[in-house]
C-alpha cells in the first residue's frame, strides 16, 4: 500500500511536469487537421479586400491567425470605410474610439477597447494575448500599452468623418442603424492548411454612441469566439443584443453539439429575436457568421441586407447576402 508520504511526493512530481506532458488531457493543444482546404470568411463588402489579404497568408500554407490580423488591417487602414478604424464615424462628442479582439485555435486571445488615437487596433489586441498575462485592456491604458509597442500617436478623425459628425450635430438625432448603407464591424474567421481555426474582429463601433461605450466587438463570446476543436463565429449588428446572449460564444456550443454552421447561426438570431419580444423594424440588425473545423459555414441575420465575403480555392470573392429571420 501507498503510504501517505509517498502519494505526497508523486503528487507533486506530476504537478511539475504538467506542462511537459503531451498525453491526452494534460495541456492539450489544438493542432488542427493536415490537409484542410483553407477559406476565410469576412462581414460586409469591405470583407472581400480583406480576404484578399488574408488569403495571401492562407494560400502559402500560412497561420490562420497571421491570415485574419493582416485581413482585418485592411479596412482599419482605410479611410472610406467609415465604421472601423481610420476613418470611423466618432462618437456623439467627437471622438473616434476603436474596438477590437483575436483569438487562435487554443483559446489564446488578446482585446482593446474604448482605443484612441491608434490606427491598428487589432495588432495591439494580438499584442496583449501575446505579450501580457491579460486578455482585455481599455482606455488610456490601451493606449499607453499600444504606445510603448511601437505604435504612433495619429488622429483618426478625418476631414470627411468630421464633416459627417457635424451635419449631424445639427439635430443630435440617434438611433442605431445598422444595413446595407451603413455598415460596422468586420468580423473574420478562417481555416487553415493545418486544420488551425482563428479569428479577429474590429470596429470604430456605433456612430454617435455615448462617449466610452463598448460594444460586443472586443468581448471574446460576444463579438467573436474560436474553439480549435469545434468551429468559430462572428457577429455584426447592435452591439448590447449579442452581448445579452454572449452569441458568438452560443453558435460555437451549437455547433458542438451538432448543429451545422447555418443551424446554429439561426437559433442564435432566434435567441435574439425572443428577446426583444418581435418588436423588431427594419433598422434592427445583428447577424452571425460562423465556420466549422470542417471548412462548412453558414450565415444568418435578423433582417434582409447582411452580407459576407468568403474566399477559398472553389470560391473567390464572393459577395454573399445571408439568409434573413424578417
Known sequence: MQSRRQFIKISALTGALLPFLKVKGFGKSVSGRKGAKPIVLSTWHFGVPANEEAWKVLNSGGWAL????AGVRIPEGDPKVMSVGYGGLPDRDGHVTLDACIMDENLNCGSVAFLENIMHPISVARLVMEKTPHIMIVGEGAYQFAIQQGFKKENLLTPEAE?????????SGYKP??????????GMIALDSGGRLCGACTTSGLSWKIHGRVGDSPIIGAGLYVDGEVGAATSTGIGEEVIRISGTHLVVELMRQGRTPQEACEEAVNRVVKNKRNKIDSDFQVGF?????DGEYGAYAVNKGFQYAVYSKEENNILK????HI
Not at 497571421?66 to 490580423?69: N, S
Not at 442603424?177 to 468586420?186: G, R, S
Not at 457568421?289 to 473545423?293: D, G, M, R, V
Open 66 to 69: 497571421d491570415a485574419v490580423e
Open 163 to 171: 464633416k459627417v459628425w457635424k451635419e449631424w450635430m445639427k439635430n
Open 177 to 186: 442603424k445598422i444595413d446595407d448603407a451603413n455598415h460596422d464591424t468586420i
Open 289 to 293: 457568421l460562423a465556420l466549422n473545423k
Open 321 to 324: 447576402d445571408s439568409k434573413s
